[in-house]
């Protein structure tokens, strides 16, 4: 009942008139933005992120979830009419969208994937309803050793669960720990890493500055270079005929897109994991139990349901880590978390006591956000076609321009346009060099908070490193850190104890 007193009151929150439209707009923006390939959902919340300034904080955290809600849509219409997926959460849905469509089913294909989006953000926002409060309530135990072992945690998380190479991980991780020590030292208040003895590093670097430029002006230079000719659009017509089939063809797959809400939910909380492997796993697994596995990769529905309610699912799992224990669940999530902090808001347990009015509104706005993404996509399916249809340096040069005005506009100094700028360059030489953008946000996020309870942790047991293992819960933390650590060691020993000799050895 208590539940439900809460979800009421976020309703009170999340329907009020200014929020509803901020849910809509955030919807329709998300799904643009998702639609254009090259963008995404990181690179549309760094984006817009400055503009939510001129909104209290709870409608501005409920825009980005809305434009990141949006953005998990949208990611399907490019997938399926141009063959680009939108964001790397939706590689998955090309497998089999982009066959339909070029099998004259794309109004079919992008009914079903926003149907099934829509079937995975209902069944994970139920999840997450009922998991918020006993989660924040376990982490209320939480002191400074834990909070050091959780982060410790998150990157070792992306070491041995991500895909990407680990020493490139490592790497990027080290660099946003460096970067996150600009400024000044937390005790003591000496000036660090002043460069230059340029003034507005005092301040430190803002995660804001880093995101736009690695996520947008890097990613804008690395569009432009590989992106060779402009791809052709698949005509998309949208009848009710093929809405009715498209939904009948939905409720035989309802066991594909139960099982994939509730994988996506979970493999989103991980940190590191995100929606782009959950998406992958659920394709892997629907083609494992299907009846027909050889018609995967050919143009089937189902390998266009399964994905999508994965990848939905994920997005909204990946928020619940961030809300209750402050350690974001995918690189949206760290955009989100660095957002609420400038807002004066403290993610973690004591959230839910100190805010419990910003908490469930935004809980109680993932179900209108829902419901709004699903009515929007559909009903602007014609638009979303005519829009892809955009030249390529029309799109760059808009987005170009929104960076750079919204690195500006919060601080209005020169000094952050300077840097958006240097972190865009190298961010195009990074991401050339294949190294993770994600990595390298995350520890600019979360490096303040690991070193404060790092130093706390310290200062309270006189110097004792052996309080982090000795206390259960961080010592449980560190030890399953560890695991992660070894685990890519680990894969790298059994491979080559499997690898057979050669005739030469």
Known sequence: MELMAHLADGFATSLTSLNLLIVVIGVTVGLFIGAMPGLGSVNGVAIILPITFIVPPSSAIIL??????????????????????????????TFDGRPMAQKGQAGLALIAAACASFVGGTISVVLFTLFAAPLADVAL???????????????????????????????????????????????????????????????????????????????????????????????AKLTFGELWYGVKELNKHWKTMSFGSILGFFVGMLPAAGATPAALMSYGIAKLMSKTPERFGKGTIEGVIAPETSNNAASTGSLLPMLTL?????????????????????????????????????????????????????????????????????????????????GFAPSQ????????????????LLRKADYPMAPLVLALVLGPLMEKSFRQTLISEQGNVLAFIERPLSGTFIAISVIFFLLPMLKHVNRWLGRKPSPAE
């Open 326 to 406: 402050g350690i974001p669940g995918s690189p949206t999530t760290a955009l989100l978390l660095g957002g609420m902090v400038m807002w004066g808001l403290v993610p973690g347990p004591m959230l839910f006591i100190e805010q419990p009015d910003f908490v469930w509104g935004l809980i109680s706005s993932l179900y209108t956000a829902n419901v709004a993404a699903v009515l929007v996509n559909l009903a602007l399916i014609p638009l979303f076609v005519w829009a892809l249809r955009m030249p390529f340096t029309v799109l760059c040069s808009l987005v170009f321009i929104l960076c750079i005005v919204g």
């Open 64 to 93: 980005l979830a809305a434009i990141y809600y949006g953005a998990m849509y949208g990611g399907a219409i490019s997938s399926i009419l141009l063959g680009i997926p939108g964001a790397s959460t939706a590689v998955a849905t």
């Open 413 to 428: 100094k020169m000094h952050d346009v300077w840097l958006i700028l240097g972190f865009g360059v190298g961010g195009y």
């Open 141 to 235: 135990a939480f002191g400074p050793a834990e909070e050091f072992a959780l982060v410790l945690l998150a990157f070792t998380t992306f070491v041995g669960l991500g895909g990407d190479d680990v020493l490139k991980t490592l790497m990027m991780i080290c660099l946003g720990l460096a970067l996150s020590t600009v400024g000044l030292d937390l005790i003591s208040g000496q000036p660090r890493l002043i460069f230059f003895d340029q003034p507005g590093f005092y301040s430190g670097i803002s995660f804001l500055v880093l995101a736009i430029g690695v996520y947008g002006i890097g990613e804008i230079l690395y569009t432009i270079e590989t992106q060779k000719s402009a791809p052709s659009v698949t005509p």
